[in-house]
């Protein structure tokens, strides 16, 4: 009973040992290519994220362009017809920005001045 305890135990080491080189020769072999390949299409599927993201991104910027676009528009006209005096008009549209600390020279003042000179 012994000697065939012994027997089994050996022959499922010897099994083990030859399953676990043929693994090692597999990975060996073929490794590198499953590797390459594993990357080529991470980075294919990035590359598509990416390009919808910034699709989205492009889309949303330019919407808001367009709402903000309009909303100076609006400011303008309001100013326009509280302000009838233009040196009064001209300094409410230079004026700091409150909020940012800069000068803003809206669109419609840029426009206005082109087609005056």
């Not at 040992?17 to 990357?39: F, I, K, M, N």
Request: proline letters at 2%; glycine letters at 2%; hydrophobic letters at 35%.
């Amino acid at each position: 009973m012994q000697s065939l305890r012994e027997r089994h135990r050996d022959e499922l080491a010897s099994l083990c040992c030859e399953q676990y080189r043929v693994e090692l020769d597999v990975q060996l072999t073929h490794g590198p290519a499953l590797r390459c390949r594993l990357e080529q299409l991470l980075a294919a599927a990035r590359d598509t994220c990416q390009a919808r993201l910034t699709r989205g991104h492009d889309a949303e910027v330019t919407e808001l362009k367009k709402k903000l676009d309009a909303q100076n528009w609006e400011e303008m006209k309001a100013l326009a017809r509280r302000h009838r005096d233009k040196s009064e008009l001209a300094r409410y549209r230079l004026k700091p920005d409150d909020d940012i600390g800069v000068v803003t020279v809206t669109r419609f003042f840029v426009k206005r001045t082109r087609h005056v000179r």
